[in-house]
C-alpha cells in the first residue's frame, strides 16, 4: 500500500522540552487532519533519519495522531522535508491530507523550542561550534553567551545568582560533576558534539538537584555513511597593540598563544547494524603573565602553558529497529605547567607547581521504543578524574627576590606530590509516555560518588618574606604560636618576639637572639600511611512528570521526585542521612492556541546535598594526616618543632545534623513569535526570575562566639569547630533577561540579550570552607569569622552583575564568505576592600559588603571564513580576532592587601587562523 503524502496545515503548534534533563532522546506527534480539518485515522507517513540512513513507518491511531518516541537528536526528513531534533525536544505538528498533493510542504514558520513552563535555554548546534569565533574555550565557556548567565573567575558560571556547586554537566546522561567540589569535571573536544544546551531555569521532575545551569551535552554517532573532519587552528598575538598593565589573577584566562589540531572519522562497521565514530584534539596553550615582578626583580613576562588531549570513541549497535545500544570512551588528559593561583604571579617567579588532570571515562547506553507511544532509556555511566599536583621547586637564581631554606623550600612553593581522585558512577532507566493530551516520564536516577585525598610525598615548606623587601612578613598571631610552641617542645623561644620590628640593619619579622638577620621558615611533615580512604556519597530517587495539555493552549507541568541522599567518611562514619521531595509545577498558556504567543510560570524547589569533596576540606572527616610543624633557626642551622597532631579522629571537627541547601526557584515570563517587515520571523523573551537559597553549610568556631546554640557541639572538637546549616546564611537573587533571536536560511542565527539581576546575601559562591571558617570563591569575604547577619556583612554579593548584554550570531556573505561575531558587555562586578589582619583576612574599618565596584568588562570576537563545497567536500578557512576592542579589563578582587589592578586582561588582542575540511 503506497504512503499517502501530506502537506503541513499550519506551523509548528509546539515544542514541549524538558529542561535539558539527562534523557537525550526526543519525540514526535503528528496530528493527521483530513480536508476539513477533521481527525485522519490510518494515515501513513515515512520518517527517516538523515545522518544514520534510519528508517520508521508512523500510523495515525483513532484519533489522528502518529506518534514516535525514543529518537536521538540529530535531523530528519518526514516525508522529503527536514525537521531538527535536539535532546529532549517533544514536538508536535498538526498536518491536513491533501489526497491529490504528492509531497509535504512546510510552511515558513521556524521551529522553536518551548522548555518546560519556562523558555530558559540556550542551545549551540555543531554548526554554531564551526562557526562562532571561539577561543579554545572550555565547553563550559561558551555558557557566558546566555542570558542569566555571569562570570565566576572560574571556568564554570554564575547561573541566576546560583552557588558553583549548583550547576550539572550532563554528557549523554551521563553525570560528570565533580564529587569534590561539585563543579565542571570533564573536559571534552567541541569536534564531538551533535549539541550543547544551557538551560537557566524551569527545570522539571527529572532534573534532579541543580538549581543554577544544567549543560546537557548530545554526542555524534557513526551512520551508514562515513563522514568526519580534520581541522588545525592557531593563535597568534601579534596584534595586541598595547602592553597589558598589573599582574594577572586567575589561570582560567584565555590563551595568549595557541596550537590546536585533530581529526574526527565515523561510519559503518557492519552495514546498517554496526557503527562508529571517533575524534582526537590536542591543543597546546600558552597563557602569560604580564608584568610579573617579585620582591628585588624587574618586572618581565612569564607563562603558564597547558597541553589539553581529548579522544573519543562511540560504538553503536542496532539490535533491532526498535534498539539501539551505544558505548563510549572518553579521555581528557591536561598537563599545566608553572599552574598559578590568584594573586600569585607577582609574589612568586617560576616557583608554580605543575598539575594534570583529566581521566577515562565510559558510558553504556540503551534506547529502546517499546511502542510508537512508549520508550524507554538506560544510562550507566562511569566517570574518573584525577587532580594530581607535584612541586616544581628551581635552585635559588638571580631573578629571585626570595631566599631558599634547607630543602629549596620557599614562598608560596610547596614541596609536596599531592593527588586527588573522583569517581561518579551513574545509573538511569526512565519511561517516556505520550498518551493523549499527557507526555509523562518517569524512572529512577542513582549517583555513586567517590572522593579521595593521597599526599604522596606530604612535605611542605613555607617562607615569609622579609617586610623591608615588599613581604608581608608573619603575622603577628603566628609568631605567638611558634613562640610558644618552641617553648612547650623545646623549652626555648630562640628569641622569637611577636610584632614587628624595623630596628635592625636587615628588619625581619621575628628577631632572634642576638638581633641575627632571618627570614622565617616554617615546613610541614606529615605521614602519607595515616591518609587515602575515599569519601562516599549515595543518592538514590524516583521521578514522575506530566506534561498535561488539558485545554486547547493551555499545559500544565507536574511534577515530583523523592531521593535519599547520604554521605559517609573514610572511616564509613555517616555525615548526613536525608530524604528530599522536590515538588515543581508549571504552567503554560498559549491565547490563540497556534503556538505565537505563550505566557508562563514556574515554581520549585531544589535540593543540592553538599559533595563528598566540600566536607573533606572542611576536616569533617578522619583523613587528615599526622603532621609536624617545624620553624628554621639559623643560629642553630637546624629544623625545631613547634606543634605535632596525630591523625584527625572524628573529634577533629563536629559535625551538626546536617540537610542539603535548599533553593526555591520562581519564574514567569512571555514568549511571542513574531513577524517584523523587512527582518522576518523572530522570537522574543522575557523571563523575570526570583530565587532564594537557604540552609546552606558552612563552618563556625565558638572562638568567635556569635551562634552561642552551636557552641556546646563546637566546643566538643579538638578544634573548636562545628559544620553546620548556620542559621540565617543566604543568598537571594532577584532578576530578569530580555532575549531576541532569529534563525536564517542555512542554519545562520542570531541572539541578543539583556540581563539585570541584584544578588544579596553573606556567603559567596565557594559553599563550604571550614579550615579557615571563610567563605571561599570570588574575592573570598570571610563573612563567618564575624557575625555574617547583621551589616556591615549582609549585603551585595561580589558574583553580582547588575546589567549584562550580550550578542551573538552569524550570516553568509556573498562569494562564499561567512561573518560571525561574540559580543559580550556587562557592568562591573561589586566586591569588598580587604585587609590582613592576624593573618586572616577581614573586612576593612568602615566598609561593608559590595561597597567596591570593578571597572565595566567588554569583549567583542569576530570571524570573516572562508567556505566552499567540492563534492562531498566542505573547506573552510577562517580568521578570528579575539578581544578585538582590546578593552577587557579583569574581572577578579585579589584580597592580599585588598588591591586590585583594573588595567588587568584576560587576554590581549590576538588572531586565530584556522583550516578545516569536512566530508
Known amino acids: 500500500m503506497p504512503f499517502p503524502r501530506v502537506p503541513v496545515l499550519g506551523p509548528l503548534a509546539f515544542l514541549l522540552a524538558a529542561s535539558a534533563a539527562a534523557q537525550t532522546t526526543g519525540a514526535l506527534r503528528v496530528e493527521v487532519l483530513d480536508r476539513g480539518g477533521k481527525p485522519r485515522p490510518g494515515a501513513l507517513l515515512v520518517l527517516e533519519s538523515v545522518e544514520r ?39 508536535q505538528i498538526r498536518l491536513r491530507l491533501e489526497e491529490a498533493q504528492a509531497t509535504v510542504a512546510v510552511e515558513a514558520s521556524p521551529l522553536r523550542a518551548e522548555g518546560s513552563s519556562v523558555t530558559a535555554h540556550t542551545v549551540l548546534d555543531a554548526e554554531d561550534l564551526v562557526r562562532l569565533p571561539f577561543s579554545p574555550h572550555r565547553y563550559v565557556e561558551h555558557g557566558y553567551l546566555a542570558p542569566g548567565v555571569t562570570p565566576s573567575g572560574k571556568p564554570e558560571p554564575v547561573v541566576l ?10 554528557v549523554d ?7 569534590s567540589t561539585g563543579r565542571f569535571g570533564m573536559n571534552l573536544s567541541t569536534e564531538i558534539l551533535e549539541s550543547q544546551t544551557l538551560t537557566t531555569g524551569g527545570h522539571k521532575a527529572e532534573v534532579g538537584f541543580a538549581s543554577g545551569g544544567v549543560y546537557n551535552l548530545v554526542t555524534k554517532s557513526g551512520g551508514s555513511e562515513y563522514h568526519g573532519a580534520a581541522f588545525t587552528s592557531r593563535i597568534f ?6 602592553p597589558d598593565a598589573g599582574k594577572a589573577t586567575t589561570p582560567e584566562e584565555r590563551p595568549t598563544d595557541s596550537n590546536e589540531f585533530g581529526f574526527s572519522l565515523g561510519g559503518p562497521l557492519v552495514k546498517d ?35 589539553r588531549s581529548y579522544r573519543f570513541l562511540k560504538l553503536t549497535w542496532l539490535a533491532s529497529a526498535e534498539h539501539r545500544l551505544e558505548f563510549s570512551y572518553f579521555g581528557d588528559p591536561v598537563t599545566q605547567t608553572n599552574f598559578d593561583t590568584a594573586g600569585d604571579s607577582s609574589v612568586k617567579d617560576l616557583q608554580q607547581p605543575n598539575r594534570t588532570r583529566g581521566g577515562d571515562s565510559y558510558l553504556l547506553k540503551h534506547v529502546g521504543a517499546m511502542s510508537p507511544q512508549l520508550a524507554w532509556e538506560n544510562t550507566l555511566g562511569l566517570h574518573r578524574t584525577r587532580f594530581h599536583w607535584f612541586p616544581a621547586t628551581p635552585e635559588a637564581g638571580p631573578s629571585r627576590g626570595q631566599l631558599d631554606a634547607p630543602g629549596a623550600e620557599a614562598f608560596g612553593a610547596y614541596a ?4 586527588d581522585r573522583v569517581r561518579n558512577l551513574t545509573l538511569r532507566s526512565e519511561f517516556a509516555y505520550f498518551a493523549g493530551p499527557h507526555q509523562i516520564k518517569a524512572g529512577f536516577q542513582g549517583l555513586a560518588s567517590e572522593y579521595t585525598k593521597v599526599f604522596q610525598r606530604p612535605s611542605f615548606g613555607l617562607a615569609y618574606l622579609d617586610r623591608a623587601a615588599g613581604g608581608a612578613g608573619p603575622a603577628a598571631g603566628d609568631l605567638a604560636a611558634i613562640r610558644a610552641g618552641l617553648l612547650s617542645i623545646q623549652g626555648s623561644d630562640y628569641g622569637y618576639a611577636a610584632g614587628d620590628s624595623l630596628a635592625t640593619a636587615s628588619p625581619v619579622s621575628g628577631q632572634l637572639v642576638g638581633g641575627r638577620a632571618s627570614y622565617l621558615y616554617q615546613r610541614t611533615l606529615a605521614d602519607a600511611g595515616s591518609y587515602g580512604s575515599p569519601l562516599k556519597q549515595r543518592v538514590v530517587g524516583l521521578f514522575a512528570q506530566d506534561d498535561w495539555a488539558f485545554a486547547a493552549g493551555w499545559i500544565a507541568n507536574l511534577g515530583l521526585r523523592a531521593d535519599r541522599a547520604s554521605l559517609d567518611a573514610e572511616d564509613g562514619r555517616p555525615l548526613y542521612r536525608q530524604t528530599l521531595l522536590s515538588p515543581r509545577v508549571g504552567l503554560s498558556w498559549d491565547p490563540a492556541a497556534d503556538g505565537r504567543t505563550r505566557f508562563y510560570a514556574y515554581a520549585g524547589r531544589i535540593y543540592s546535598p553538599a559533595t563528598p569533596g566540600n566536607l573533606a576540606a572542611a576536616g569533617a572527616t578522619t583523613g587528615g594526616p599526622a603532621t609536624v610543624k617545624q620553624v628554621w633557626i639559623p643560629s642553630l642551622n637546624d629544623w625545631r618543632t613547634w606543634q605535632a597532631t596525630g591523625v584527625q579522629g572524628v573529634k577533629n571537627v563536629a559535625v551538626g545534623d546536617l540537610k542539603a541547601p535548599r533553593t526555591d526557584l520562581y519564574q514567569a515570563g512571555v514568549e511571542r513569535v513574531q513577524d517584523l517587515p523587512w527582518l522576518g520571523t523572530w522570537t522574543f523573551e522575557a523571563t523575570v526570575t526570583v530565587k532564594a537559597v537557604r540552609d546552606l553549610i558552612d563552618t563556625y568556631s565558638s572562638t568567635y562566639g556569635y551562634l552561642p546554640e552551636l557552641d556546646a ?3 566538643a572538637s579538638a578544634t573548636k569547630k562545628v559544620i553546620a546549616n548556620l542559621p540565617g546564611l543566604r543568598r537571594d537573587f532577584r532578576g530578569f533577561d530580555l532575549m531576541a533571536r532569529r534563525t536564517f536560511e542555512g542554519g545562520h542565527r542570531l541572539q541578543l540579550s539583556y540581563s539585570q539581576g541584584d544578588l544579596n546575601g553573606n556567603s559567596e559562591v565557594g559553599n563550604v570552607n571550614t579550615s579557615t571558617a571563610k567563605n571561599t570563591g570570588f574575592a573570598s569575604i570571610p563573612s563567618l569569622r564575624q557575625d555574617y547577619r547583621p551589616s556591615p556583612y ?37 566586591y569588598s576592600s580587604l585587609v590582613k589582619v592576624s593573618g586572616d583576612n577581614v573586612l576593612a574599618p568602615g566598609t561593608a559588603r559590595g561597597d567596591q565596584e570593578l571597572p565595566h568588562v567588554m569583549s567583542l570576537d569576530l570571524g570573516l571564513a572562508w567556505r566552499i563545497r567540492v563534492q562531498k567536500m566542505d573547506l573552510r578557512a577562517a580568521v578570528d580576532i579575539l578581544n578585538a576592542t582590546n578593552r577587557q579589563p579583569m574581572t577578579w578582587v585579589n584580597n592580599l592587601g585588598g588591591a586590585f589592578t583594573p588595567g588587568n586582561f584576560q587576554q590581549p588582542r590576538v588572531w586565530q587562523f584556522s583550516l578545516r575540511a569536512a566530508f
Open 237 to 242: 598575538r601579534g596584534m595586541n597593540a598595547r
Open 273 to 307: 547494524s554496526l557503527f562508529f565514530f571517533g575524534a582526537f584534539n590536542r591543543q597546546l596553550m600558552n597563557l602569560d603573565f604580564e608584568n610579573v615582578q617579585p620582591a628585588g626583580a624587574t618586572p618581565h613576562r612569564r607563562s603558564q602553558e597547558e597541553d
Open 173 to 179: 546522561g551521563m553525570a560528570t560533576g565533580l564529587s
Open 416 to 419: 609536596e606530590d599531592r593527588l
Open 161 to 170: 545568582g546560583s552557588m558553583l556547586d549548583a550547576n550539572a554537566y550532563l
Open 53 to 91: 540512513g534510519e528508517r520508521r513507518n508512523l500510523k495515525a491511531d483513532g484519533q489522528g495522531l502518529a506518534t514516535v518516541a525514543g529518537l536521538i537528536p540529530g535531523t530528519y526528513r518526514l516525508e522529503g522535508r527536514t525537521l531538527h531534533l535536539r535532546a529532549d525536544e517533544r514536538i
Open 713 to 715: 557541639l563546637a566546643n
Open 794 to 830: 549582609d549585603g551585595t554579593l561580589n558574583e553580582e552583575v547588575k546589567h549584562a548584554w550580550k550578542a551573538f550570531g552569524s550570516a553568509a556573505l556573498p562569494w562564499n564568505l561567512e561573518s560571525s561575531f561574540a559580543f559580550l558587555w556587562r557592568s562591573g562586578l561589586r
